[in-house]
């Protein structure tokens, strides 16, 4: 059976931070989620951008915490990848659905082949960087 | 905008190599010098530059200038065309534009990359923040997650897929130019036991990076007439959709801008799918040679499969695809890849196909795919449907 790598010993590469992503990057370090939500469309958008993708309004955004639950949208095993994830294949990614209706691609950890499909139900695993902000990845709900 | 009133006079192609020793402005006057033999233009004639974006320049912020002056090119209008692997195709509608608005009369097309050799890219994108830290590769992995969402709310005939690689293989192996490391025959299954690269997506599914160069020369259909020109190809209709739903949170994965792009590019040329005579679509993955057939209206959404077991896609067969081989089988040279099915169709409709001519030449549907983004499929779909000068 394959064993899927949690990548828990990767140093991975530190995300690069724009200016008006610094509020999502600022709170994982108390890992919290945070993401932008529009008052105006009423609908929350995913990755941080620096205007609303509804009303072309940056002014109509605003953070909102949310609790990162979600469901497995698409996935897919890694059998390759570059430094420094070679050498640590297979391992999870995966697009999920975040229960507030936004897509967000991660790697699963803590999941077995058996357990992983579409619709899967999955909640945060933060991983912390080396610079003390931690990365936003997911778990089964039923870990 | 009178994109008939354009002709496609002369096309230029290199051998596509694992790894090239020329460089990439080299590779640009092998192409120049093909299209002004083949043609009989002088160099001076040309004013207008229009090249795709490549690997190889991308960290030059004045790569169409730099280009015309190693080239030695005096021109009225002069540009990049950066819609990723789109950009061949687009480049041709562009051409077509500035020489209808009167920008330039003559306009050379080079699609140059030697991106194995020599990458200068640093993508400042999305992938920095939200991909490079959880080791997703780009391309496959986006293809993986496409794929397995398919599988799992349509249904997918790996084997229809299969059946997609051994036809263009077998026009790679009739094809002088294609990568030679490619020119071995395969079955259906060597394609469903190649390795998996990101599951599902296989070896066998996937490009090979290359480098290798390609062109066009776009002038007036009129001039072109006046001096005698006997074999022209016109571009007809075309259609072009960046970013398709950009205002959704979340997208079907599986839908892509060729509807869009296609339905205008179909109704300016006044044809359907059914009238198609040759596809050459953008195929960086063989998944999105089906998808593409879906949005285009060969078939519905969701029976790909069932349309690729009842038809031929042999040179020879119901439906030519993409008769060089398609990168998938010829290497894809950068990001000037999306050249490669362009001058095949054009080569095809100028008759001059040899071991792999096809029998109908009336028409030729070609497009682009271009830019990965964000979880969803591609940003930029195009279509363009080519005639021989009638």
Known sequence: MTQFNDLADV?????????????????????????????????????????????????????????????????????????????????????????????????????????????????????????GRNLLLFEPENA | MALHDAAIVAYGETRIVPVSDRDVWQLGADILEQLLDRSGFEKGEIDGLILSSSMTGAGNPFWSQTTADYLALELDFCQT??????????????????IDAGLATTVLCPYADTAVAESNARGRAYNQEWTGPIGYLGPPAAFGFITRYYEEHYGLDYRALGKLAVAQREHAILNDL????????????????????????????????????????????????????????????????????????????TETGHAAAGAKCFAQAGMAPSDIASFHPYDDFIIAIMMQLEMLGF??????????????????????????????????????????????????????GGARQVKDRRNALVTGIGGIPYGRNWNTSAAMILTPDA
């Open chain 1, 11 to 131: 140093e991975r590469p530190l995300p690069v931070e724009r200016s008006f992503s610094k509020p999502f990057w600022e709170a994982t370090r108390e890992k919290r989620l945070l993401i932008q939500y529009d008052r105006v469309a009423q609908a929350y958008q995913f990755y941080p951008r620096p205007t609303s993708i509804y009303t072309g309004k940056a002014s109509n955004l605003e953070w909102r915490e949310v609790s990162g639950r979600g469901q497995v949208f698409s996935y897919t095993i890694a059998r390759r990848a570059r430094p420094p994830f070679r050498e640590h294949e297979p391992f999870w990614l995966a697009l999920v659905t975040l229960d507030e209706g936004v897509n967000v691609m991660a790697n699963v950890v803590g999941c077995t082949q058996e357990q992983m499909a579409i619709g899967l139900r999955v909640k945060p695993h933060w991983q912390p960087l080396s610079d």
């Open chain 2, 81 to 98: 065309v950066d819609i990723g692997g789109s950009s061949p195709v687009g480049a041709v509608a562009r051409a077509a534009a500035a």
């Open chain 2, 178 to 253: 294609a990568c030679e490391k490619l020119r071995k025959p395969i079955t259906v299954d060597d394609y469903i036991a190649s390795r998996m690269i990101n599951d599902p997506v296989r070896l066998l599914d996937s490009v090979m990076p290359c480098d290798g160069a390609s062109g066009l020369l776009i002038t007036g259909r009129r001039a072109a007439e006046k001096r005698g020109l006997d074999k022209c190809v016109i571009p007809v209709g075309y259609g072009e959709r960046t970013n398709l739903n950009a205002a959704r949170p979340i997208v079907d994965p």
């Open chain 2, 299 to 352: 078939c519905q959404h969701g029976q790909g499969s069932a349309f690729i077991r009842e038809t031929g896609f042999r040179f020879d067969e119901d439906l030519p695809l993409n008769t060089g081989g398609g990168q998938i089988s010829a290497g894809q040279a950068g990001l000037a890849g999306g050249g490669t099915n362009l001058i095949e169709a054009v080569r095809q409709l100028f008759g001059e």
